[in-house]
Every structure is written in structure tokens, then in C-alpha cells.
């Protein structure tokens, strides 16, 4: 508005907080992230979920996708007669950010 004649209010609200079945939603979901929950049983999944893959995030697949190529990439480097020499001039060869 353009008189600046106004007044804005935020409050925060728990939006779950003591809704039956969040709280241990909550610690159910934490102990997920840290790792410490096991998978659920294939039975108990709906079936679309059983009888496939899940899908994954182009992100993710970037990602795995540098690290199998830099392995690759390691492996091959490793096997060139030029490494031998090439580790005796800079030790720090492969270089990461290759």
C-alpha cells in the first residue's frame, strides 16, 4: 500500500504439535535421516512400490554418475605407463578437479 498506514503480524504455530500420530511421525522421519530406521518389509508397502524401482532425482543421478566416472577414470589412469612417472613429478596425480 502506498499511505504506510498498516500494520503486519506473523505468528509462529505449531502446526503438528500435539496432533495424534505427528509426534511419533516426527521421530519416526528423524530416526530415517540419521539412518537408523530400518526399511519396511516388502508386504507391508502398496504394490506399487513393491514390484518396481524407486525413482531417483536427476541430482542424484549426476552425482553417482561423477563418482562412477572418476573411479573409472582412476582405474584406467592407474593401469597408463605414463603414471608411474607422472606420481614421481606430482604426487598429488589424479588431480580431483580434473
Not at 592407474?78 to 598429488?92: M, Q, V
Request: with cysteine; hydrophobic share 30%; net charge positive.
Amino acid at each position: 500500500r502506498d499511505d504506510g498506514d498498516f500494520n503486519i503480524t506473523l505468528r509462529w504455530i505449531p502446526g503438528h504439535e500435539g496432533v495424534q500420530g505427528n509426534e511419533h511421525a516426527d521421530q519416526e522421519a528423524k530416526k530415517a535421516a540419521e539412518g537408523q530406521h530400518q526399511n519396511s518389509p516388502n508386504r507391508e508397502l502398496p504394490k506399487y512400490l513393491r514390484d518396481s524401482r524407486l525413482l531417483c532425482s536427476a541430482t542424484a543421478l549426476k552425482a553417482a554418475h561423477k563418482i562412477k566416472s572418476k573411479a573409472h577414470w582412476k582405474t584406467i589412469w592407474e593401469k597408463s605407463p605414463r603414471y608411474a612417472r607422472t606420481r614421481t613429478i606430482d604426487p598429488s596425480m589424479p588431480f580431483s578437479n580434473f
